[in-house]
């Protein structure tokens, strides 16, 4: 096992655990001095294919040039189908979270975008679309693909529909947004070389 040298490394985060988080190397960890390059790796609590390192827990991700899907909260679930990764859209945004080593323009996209049982007549679903200050909707019908901007480091999509049923779906009357899924959904960049 290798030494660690505090200043050495760019470390971010809201609170220390563990071992350097005793109160006998706090002041330590003040003086740490932070750098302005971007970050190699980054340490996901979640388990994610591809990474250089994983437990139960965490991955270790190498950052190359290409932006890195590291997770997706759904209120409505997250399911795989034909072994690729699936998601109903519903009037509760779900983010798409993204890390990214350098600033640039990716594309999110979706294989095929599904509509939900109720009015299935239905192809096109509008979508309020929201990353970093940029706030926008769009119309969806079959393939989804998306230009939008990333930071370096880690940055929110969040997708939302914006149909309403005309049919109450709940007795007291509330409008539920009509469902859309998601199949098959990524981020890449084109232009750039992947690592």
């Known amino acids: ?6 200043e050495a490394y760019q470390l971010q ?19 740490a001095k932070s750098i302005s390059a971007p ?12 990474a250089v390192w994983n437990n139960q827990r965490f991955s270790l991700l190498e950052l190359g040039n290409q932006p890195i899907l590291i997770g997706v909260q ?14 109903w859209l ?25 509509t939900g049982p109720i009015r299935p007549e239905d192809q096109d679903r509008r979508i309020r679309i929201s990353i970093g200050d940029n706030i926008w909707q ?3 019908s079959g393939a989804l693909s998306l ?22 779906a709940q007795a007291n009357g509330d409008t539920n947004a009509l469902p859309l899924g998601l199949w098959d959904y990524r981020i890449t960049n084109e232009e750039v ?3």
């Open 13 to 31: 985060g809201s609170e220390v655990y563990g071992y350097l988080g005793a109160e006998l190397y706090e002041p330590v960890m003040r003086r």
């Open 74 to 87: 759904a209120p409505n679930g997250l399911e795989h189908v034909n072994g690729k990764p699936f998601v």
């Open 90 to 114: 519903g009037n509760s945004a779900t983010r798409f979270l993204f890390v990214s080593k350098i600033a640039q323009t990716a594309t999110f996209s979706a294989r095929e975008s599904l």
């Open 138 to 140: 769009a119309d969806v």
């Open 39 to 50: 970050a190699d790796f980054v340490l996901v609590n979640a388990r994610i294919e591809g």
């Open 193 to 195: 070389e992947s690592d």
């Open 147 to 168: 230009q939008v901007s990333l930071k370096p480091g880690l940055n929110f999509l969040d997708i939302a529909c914006q149909d309403s049923s005309t049919v109450s």
């Open 1 to 6: 096992m290798g030494s660690f040298f505090p």
